[in-house]
């Protein structure tokens, strides 16, 4: 069975520095994997994915994520936080002929 | 394309009544995919329909809970009765096919008092 796990509630930054929030996985063959963003009263954004290739993946607002085979992590990585950056993040995996499992999310305070 | 649209935004019933939600998939999407949002239980996968035909409803809490797809533009999710443990957002999210992302709707907050 395919999981996700989000080991952080909560991820507070001050603006300015670099953000990571954590996400681990666990399928049964190759794995799909997508970051989501959930901003106040909005529905989830697509941020980045890794399907295949090259292990950083590069995604929308400045975001990226390294595929990490070994540690099956995807963590998702920013060089410097905006105070804009603060919302409800959240991984998500998926084998072939399975639906995506999310995580639970992690909360991203970027503070002034 | 507008994405995929939900209506009503926001939704607040007594307990006891009929709720129904409504979702327009992007166009050319062939899934479409029902899942409930709560504190407690994060993001939960309801139902998904393939070309319209359910596929998948093993995450309907109850009976009370059904889905419908009459066509590719159109899907509904109706609580009969409901219940003020129904409170949640609903969302709805469509897709190419699973290989890609989701787009999802922007929800639909429901109170049940």
């Known amino acids: 069975a395919q999981s996700v796990a989000q080991p952080e509630d909560q991820v507070n930054v001050a603006e300015g520095n670099p953000l990571t929030v954590k996400c681990t996985y666990s399928?049964?063959?190759?794995?799909?994997l997508f970051w989501y963003v959930q901003y106040p009263n909005r529905g989830l954004q697509f941020l980045l994915k890794y399907i295949t290739g090259d292990n950083l993946v590069k995604g929308s607002y400045g975001f990226e994520a390294e595929f990490n085979k070994s540690q099956t992590s995807f963590h998702l990585k920013k060089p410097s936080a905006l105070v804009s950056d603060s919302a409800l993040y959240f991984c998500a995996v998926r084998e072939m002929g399975q639906n995506f499992v999310f995580g639970p999310g992690t909360r991203l305070s970027v503070l002034p | 394309d507008a994405g995929v649209i939900q209506s009503p935004r926001h939704e607040v019933t007594e307990m006891g009544q009929e709720v129904t939600l409504r979702c327009k998939p992007i166009?050319?999407?062939?899934?479409l995919f029902w899942y409930r949002q709560t504190m407690m239980r994060g993001l939960e996968l309801l139902i998904y329909f393939n070309n319209n035909v359910p596929i998948d409803d093993s995450g309907m809490p109850e009976d009370r809970f059904s889905a419908k797809m009459p066509n590719a533009s159109f899907s509904t999710l109706k609580i009969q009765p409901s219940e003020p443990r129904d409170s949640a957002v609903y969302f709805c999210?469509?897709?190419?096919?699973?290989?890609?992302?989701?787009?999802f709707g922007s929800g639909t907050r429901l109170t049940v008092v």
């Open positions: 999210a469509s897709s190419q096919d699973r290989t890609y992302g989701y787009t």
């Open positions: 399928v049964s063959g190759n794995p799909y």
């Open positions: 166009s050319g999407h062939d899934y």
